[in-house]
């Protein structure tokens, strides 16, 4: 399959142009990668099972694993769903549209390929300009997962999608590089209190803030002790393929490890804060102000990906605190590292 490449100039001609290319494919049953505010997705028709289908072929995905369907307004919300508790309305004011998607019970018009088979159907209603207009003119809701092949980091460029997907795709609609860099938070509203399946970019301080007692699925509990399944919660995702080592919050363990590592003989890459200290000869890239969560999200999974074609063995990367946005950013290194923990133990 040729790949078509879309690219968003900002000249009206050109962009008229690649945004009716791209959602000619969505309306014939194809997919077509773009991006959102978070990570860059790989989208299809979320009605039409056939379509979706050549998503889960493209990332080598398994079928179990069910899809965000992807919205640009609230008409289209209410024809994926059943029913909605009140707590929804507060949602859709404060966060919509951003980075949080919503779990509630599906309506018939949602088939079973979109959501594997579950009774709830996951939703989000983007915050990026160019994902609301491919949804808008495609005129129907998008399924879209991040556009990576399954278990590796999420792409946050162009290119990033397609060092994993270029000829298995349909087209990539490039709109630069995504601002937020990890994905949507993903709130569970069908279980008692609503409840954290996965942290993202929106914090369970925020959400707190509005809708009081929040959940946070522990991803590090066994899936049978926790109240809901959440398919996205397996251990090992977001990997690189070499090694991915954390340490603790500061400089003085950063070099701690970095010289141990060494000493075993391994090429070592590190994921660096700006203004911390490490040997000359070790290669690193920067990323970012250490108590600047915002740009540690923005630069995660860039970084992990430039060091991961370094040719070196192991990454390292110090694990800030997890609160705000740094729950998120710990989630996605422990997973990225658990391969790692596990070739250890
Ligand atoms: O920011 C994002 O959320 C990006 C962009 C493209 O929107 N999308 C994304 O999709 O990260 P994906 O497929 O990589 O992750 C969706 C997560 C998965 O962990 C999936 O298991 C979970 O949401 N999920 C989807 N539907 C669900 C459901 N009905 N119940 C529980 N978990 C669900
Ligand atoms: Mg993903």
Redesign the pocket.
């Known amino acids: 399959m040729n790949t078509q490449r879309l690219v968003l100039t900002g000249e009206l001609e050109n962009d008229e142009l690649c945004f009716k290319e791209a959602a000619g494919f969505i309306k014939r049953g194809g997919n077509v990668t773009f991006p959102?505010e978070?990570?860059y997705?790989l989208g299809a028709n979320a009605l039409d099972a056939g379509a979706v289908a050549k998503i889960f072929e493209a990332k080598k995905r398994p079928t179990w694993?069910?899809?965000?369907i992807?919205i640009s307004s609230l008409e289209m919300f209410r024809t994926l769903i059943k029913s909605a508790p009140p707590v929804l309305d507060v949602l859709i004011n404060h966060f919509m549209p951003g980075?949080l998607?919503v779990?509630l019970p599906k309506s018939e018009n949602v088939p079973n390929e979109t959501?594997a088979g579950?009774s709830?159907?996951?939703i989000?209603m983007?915050a990026h300009p160019v994902a609301l207009r491919l949804i808008e003119l495609s005129g129907t809701p998008i399924a879209?997962?991040?556009a990576n092949l399954f278990g590796r980091t999420?792409p946050t460029t162009a290119a990033h999608v397609l060092a994993d997907l270029d000829g298995r795709i349909d087209a990539i609609l490039d709109g630069g590089p995504t601002d937020v860099g990890i994905?949507?938070t993903?709130l569970?509203l069908t279980a008692t209190i609503p409840t954290i399946?996965?942290p993202?970019g929106i914090t369970k301080e925020q959400l707190e803030g509005v809708i009081g007692e929040v959940i946070l699925l522990d991803p590090t509990k066994p899936i049978s002790e926790n109240e809901v399944f959440?398919?996205?919660m397996m251990h090992k995702h977001y990997a690189p393929n070499a090694t991915v080592i954390l340490t603790e919050g500061t400089n003085e363990a950063l070099s701690q490890t970095i010289r141990e590592v060494l000493q075993a003989g391994k090429k070592v890459g590190v994921l660096l804060p700006d203004q911390w200290q490490i040997p000359d000869n070790v290669l690193s890239v920067s990323w970012g102000t250490w108590r600047d969560q915002k740009m540690l999200s923005h630069t995660l999974f860039s970084g992990l990906r430039f060091l991961d074609q370094q040719n070196i063995d192991t990454i390292i990367v110090p694990q800030p605190d997890a609160n705000g946005l740094g729950l998120a950013i710990v989630d996605r290194l422990r997973k990225a590292a658990y391969k790692s923990q596990e070739a250890a133990e």
Do not use: K, N
């Open positions: 959102t978070t990570v997705g694993d069910p899809l965000i992807h980075p998607t779990i959501c579950l709830s159907v996951a989000r983007p879209a997962p991040s999420s994905e949507s993903v569970d399946v996965r993202g959440a398919p996205g």
